[in-house]
């Protein structure tokens, strides 16, 4: 399965009752093991947690520490990019990964997250 068969397979376990929009995520880390999340929402909204940061907390929490790229899977034309939240724990955990886009039609788009988070506050700051 490749990383974007992953990501899209991962959308499926979206639990989206509220916004009804399901993302997918599949992390890749240096070994080759990949760790997938999708959305997780709540009744409070708020406590919603998005595809990407599942799936790197998840790989943390198996004793990933490396990541080379990650893809997200959303059903949209234009294809979804990582929110903020998401673009700092990705910097946090990935540096500069790179990241690629897709939706349910085939279509992909690669970029790199110090394109779309330039400037990122992170540990050389404290
Ligand atoms: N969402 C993600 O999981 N990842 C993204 O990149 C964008 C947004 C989720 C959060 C929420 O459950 C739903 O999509 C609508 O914002």
Not at 47 to 66: P, Y
Request: glycine share 8%; with cysteine.
């Amino acid at each position: 399965m490749t990383l974007i068969e992953a990501s899209l397979a991962a959308r499926l376990h979206a639990h989206a009752p509220y916004s009804h929009f399901m993302v997918g995520a599949a992390l890749e880390d240096v070994d080759g093991r990949v760790h997938t999340g999708c959305n997780v929402e709540n009744a409070t909204y708020g406590l919603s947690v998005c595809a990407e940061r599942v799936a790197i907390l998840k790989a943390i929490s198996e004793g990933a520490r490396k990541f080379v790229r990650i893809a997200i899977a959303a059903d949209t034309a234009s294809l979804t990019p990582p929110c903020g939240a998401c673009r700092q724990i990705l910097w946090e955990f990935c540096g500069d990964i790179e990241i690629i886009l897709t939706n349910l039609h085939g279509a992909t788009e690669t970029l790199r997250l110090s394109g779309l988070y330039p400037r990122a506050f992170d540990a050389s700051y404290l």
